[in-house]
């Protein structure tokens, strides 16, 4: 269950990044805290079961506690 959780998390990821127009060669020298990071993190974390470790090294994004933040920031700029 969890390999196929996996595999819809890269495939949503790669999606997600595309939408967003970034190349996942660019992750490693995009901002931890780029919106469009932030964007592609809210999303994976409403649509799967991932772990915020998987996501924060997916997208470069260092520490696991940044996707967190980013959801949440995600989150509230939606509901304002």
């Given at each position: 269950?969890?390999?196929?959780?996996?595999?819809?998390?890269?495939?949503?990821?790669?999606?997600?990044?595309?939408?967003?127009?970034?190349?996942?060669?660019?992750?490693?020298?995009?901002?931890?805290?780029?919106?469009?990071?932030?964007?592609?993190?809210?999303?994976?974390r409403k649509n799967t079961t991932v772990s915020?470790?998987?996501?924060?090294?997916?997208?470069?994004?260092?520490?696991?506690?940044?996707?967190?933040?980013?959801?949440?920031?995600?989150?509230?700029?939606?509901?304002?």
């Open positions: 269950m969890q390999d196929h959780q996996r595999r819809t998390a890269a495939e949503l990821l790669a999606a997600g990044l595309e939408a967003v127009g970034l190349d996942p060669q660019e992750l490693a020298t995009t901002p931890k805290t780029d919106p469009r990071k932030q964007a592609v993190a809210w999303l994976l915020n470790r998987w996501l924060s090294s997916q997208l470069n994004m260092g520490h696991e506690v940044n996707v967190s933040q980013a959801v949440r920031l995600v989150r509230e700029a939606k509901a304002g």
